[in-house]
């Protein structure tokens, strides 16, 4: 599985970003995917995420509200809506992928083990 992100920029606060991590190699409808994000000088963080089965989405109590996780099967495409930025959400966010997750691993960046090369959200005030 190949995962490709795009959509990262520089951004005002409370504005909105969509980020798309378009992926190859394995039909997206049986894959698990979520978001992560990594701040300069911390770990990498759990954002978001969709189950292949049933499509529940899960979020950070961080973004809850005004972050979406959203899947385009036809185009084997996720997407993260980011509404309302705030300085803290300035990072690197990754999407990653795997098709066998159980529900207590979704929020575990290391039980994907599928991974996009990471784009650039910068929230400036």
């Known amino acids: 599985v190949q995962l490709q992100a795009s959509g990262g920029g520089l951004v005002q606060a409370g504005d909105s970003l969509r980020l798309s991590c378009a992926a190859s190699g394995r039909t997206l409808s049986s894959l698990n995917m979520g978001w992560f994000r990594q701040a300069p000088g911390k770990e990498r963080e759990f954002v978001a995420a969709?189950?292949?089965?049933?499509?529940?989405?899960f979020y950070a109590d961080s973004v809850k509200g005004r972050f979406t996780i959203s899947r385009d099967n036809s185009k084997n495409t996720v997407y993260l809506q980011m509404n309302s930025l705030k300085d803290e959400d300035t990072a690197v966010y990754y999407c990653?992928?795997?098709?066998?997750?159980?529900?207590?691993?979704?929020?575990?960046?290391?039980?994907?083990?599928?991974w996009g090369q990471g784009t650039l959200v910068t929230v400036s005030s």
């Open positions: 990653a992928a795997d098709p066998d997750l159980i529900f207590s691993s979704l929020r575990n960046s290391g039980a994907y083990n599928y």
């Open positions: 969709i189950r292949w089965r049933g499509a529940g989405k």
